[in-house]
């Protein structure tokens, strides 16, 4: 769904990565109506470059991470808090990693471009810039 060029890297802290594992092996064994978008976080997930929390670039999106977007087609900007399912409240911007743009969102960076399918056709975003990154602040277990 995520397209910005064939093969493009992601990243996603070891940290990121030990507990969407966890959720992912929670959810489906659950099996909730989250499910549908677990398939595709787990693809993400494999082809992302794993790094240590100190070593992920600071414009790049992980857990937690509060970005701005632009709508590629309506010129709208738009903020989120990129958090697990638990956390997420979309009257104030945080959107769940299983969610088609939090899933889509996970390991992108400052200047990328996502599109991914929505009913009625294809919804396109850039990436404008990285608000917070946890890591980024020193604050490595958010």
Do not use: C
């Amino acid at each position: 769904m995520k397209q910005n060029g064939k093969g493009r890297q992601i990243f996603i802290t070891e940290f990121d990565l030990e507990r969407l594992e966890e959720m992912i092996s929670s959810v489906e064994q659950r099996s909730s109506r989250d499910g549908r978008y677990l398939a595709e976080l787990e693809q993400e997930l494999t082809r992302a470059e794993v790094v240590p929390s100190e070593g992920i670039p600071p414009d790049v999106i992980t857990m937690n991470s509060r970005v701005r977007l632009q709508d590629l087609d309506s010129g709208e900007e738009l903020e989120y808090t990129l958090v697990f399912p638990p956390d997420a409240d979309l009257e104030k911007g945080r959107i769940s990693v299983l969610a088609p743009v939090g899933t889509a969102l996970i390991g992108y960076r400052a200047g990328d471009r996502i599109a991914w399918a929505v009913p009625g056709g294809k919804k396109k975003l850039k990436v404008k810039k990285v608000l917070y990154q946890p890591e980024a602040a020193g604050d490595f277990h958010l």
